[in-house]
């Protein structure tokens, strides 16, 4: 059976270590993974699924955010993986967002950021690290929980920023144990699930493996013209 191609984007600085792990987490899930980014070919006609990875803050201007002097800024990634959010909802195409891929899931569906996180949630853990140190909850009732489960997760962080208002469609599918958000989901199809932590780090981890199992799943129900969260849904149950 062949694999389902599943887009990955990444960015000009860090995309060259990343993609790897990635790609490694894709595979053990199913898929085979293909890399995207600004300057490089990106056509939604040939791959399957998407993948909107980690990497710099997203522009503020995007959400009407105030103006940053510090944050490293990417508006050609901006640019690009925003339009890509949009059409893969417009067209059907399952997608996964990975830390700053989760909020630009939010914003492309009009959704704002928190801009100093840890400032707001001062009950949360603060780290920065690839290793698992945050305890988050997984919401029930949600699709995130039919495939990770409900127990809580450790979980890395590297992030400041975090989702704030909720963007159309979707809802929290998870939380740090301070109340700050750390998974969104769309609620329709298509499959659509963001977490703000790394799981392409956390690959020993069969929870974390199953999210990119979910996206792959949802591929191949996306070329067989089946409906994707049913799927996925059945699948998690299954293992």
Not at 19 to 38: D, E, K, S, T
Not at 80 to 102: D, F, M, T, Y
Not at 219 to 231: I, L, M
Request: charge should be positive; glycine fraction near 10%.
């Amino acid at each position: 059976m062949s694999r389902p191609v599943i887009a990955v984007t990444t960015s000009r600085r860090s995309g060259w270590r990343i993609f790897p792990l990635v790609a490694l987490n894709v595979w053990i899930g199913g898929g085979r993974a293909v890399r995207w980014g600004a300057g490089r070919p990106s056509d939604l006609d040939t791959v399957s699924g998407v993948i909107v990875g980690g990497g710099d803050d997203i522009a503020p201007d995007l959400y009407g955010g105030a103006p940053v002097t510090k944050a490293r800024l990417d508006p050609d990634r901006d640019a690009l993986e925003r339009q890509i959010v949009e059409a893969c909802l417009s067209r059907g195409i399952p997608l996964l967002g990975i830390c700053r891929g989760s909020q630009m899931l939010n914003v492309a569906l009009g959704g704002t950021l928190d801009q100093d996180a840890y400032a707001t949630f001062t009950r949360s853990k603060k780290v920065y690290t690839i290793l698992p140190k945050k305890d988050v909850r997984v919401e029930s009732n949600t699709r995130l929980q039919e495939i990770t489960g409900t127990a809580p997760m450790k979980v890395n962080a590297l992030h400041s920023q975090a989702v704030d208002r909720l963007g159309q469609g979707l809802r929290v599918a998870a939380r740090d144990t301070g109340g700050m958000i750390q998974g969104v989901e769309r609620i329709a199809d298509p499959f659509a699930l963001g977490v703000q932590w790394h799981p392409e780090h956390l690959f020993y981890a069969h929870r974390q493996r199953a999210i990119f199992r979910a996206l792959v799943t949802a591929a191949k129900a996306r070329d067989d013209g089946r409906a994707q969260n049913p799927d996925v849904s059945a699948d998690a149950a299954y293992s």
